[in-house]
């Protein structure tokens, strides 16, 4: 992948488990600014997936180029403030930092461009979201069977288009999906689960190619109590 001037490539690296038993994917990536060559090259293996993820390469590249942006925005603020240490200015060796932050535009291009990919065809609604006290079976689950087995257990709460006449009805729809800062996002087609540890949050939304013209049935659709499909207005 070619992002500005900097060449990145990525591979998968095999299952990594820790001394606690999470379970981890692990990736391999080297990254060279092809306009400056004196440079170097920087190798490394370094990189880990969500507890219990999946192999995913595109999410992987997603990482690294959001690490490779924190690196390069806090050598811009070494720019401002010399002699000052920004937590994010040695994620690298500090060449790449400094790369990054001179492919910021690019960087930026690139993000969206992801986003984008993810987003472009279709609206989402969410089915459920959980937080409070109740979030905990939740995050238990996650965290020893992974986020498809989440999927699995949440997706019984969607019933189809009883579900969607009921996102419409309470503007629980979405054009985009829903992003912010310590958040995780696992894609299951049709679902897509959000979650943040940190925050005790978790939330699954489903992938629709249209909504009906017609006004939304007036039915009412009931809920468990304490449960929402309202995400937070932060996300």
């Known amino acids: 992948m070619k992002i500005g001037s900097l060449l990145v490539s990525l591979r998968y690296d095999g299952e990594f488990?820790?001394?606690s038993g999470e379970r981890r994917q692990r990736y391999a990536y080297r990254i060279e600014d092809l306009e400056n060559p004196d440079f170097g090259i920087h190798i490394s293996s370094d990189l880990m997936s969500a507890a219990h993820a999946d192999v995913d390469l595109v999410d992987a590249l997603r990482t690294l180029t959001s690490f490779l942006a924190a690196a390069g925005e806090a050598y811009s603020y070494t720019l401002r403030l010399p002699g000052s240490e920004p937590d994010n200015l040695h994620l690298f060796p500090l060449w790449v930092a400094e790369s990054a932050y001179l492919?910021?535009?690019?960087m930026a291009i690139f993000h969206a461009d992801a986003a984008d990919a993810v987003n472009r065809t279709a609206r989402w609604i969410s089915i459920v979201f959980l937080q409070g006290p109740e979030v905990e079976?939740?995050?238990e689950?996650?965290?020893?069977q992974g986020p498809n087995a989440l999927v699995v257990c949440l997706a019984k709460q969607d019933f189809g288009e009883e579900t969607t006449r009921s996102a419409v009805r309470c503007g629980h729809v979405y054009e985009r999906l829903p992003s912010s800062d310590g958040y995780h996002l696992h894609h299951q087609e049709p679902y897509a689960l959000i979650y943040n540890p940190d925050l005790r949050h978790v939330g699954l939304l489903r992938q629709i190619?249209?909504?009906a013209r017609q006004s939304p049935s007036p039915d009412r659709i009931s809920q468990r109590p304490g449960r929402s499909a309202a995400l937070p207005r932060s996300l």
Not at 103 to 106: G, L
Not at 141 to 144: F, G, P, R, S, Y
């Open 137 to 139: 079976e939740a995050l």
């Open 17 to 19: 488990r820790s001394r």
């Open 209 to 211: 190619e249209h909504l």
């Open 141 to 144: 689950l996650l965290n020893k």
């Open 103 to 106: 492919n910021a535009d690019e």
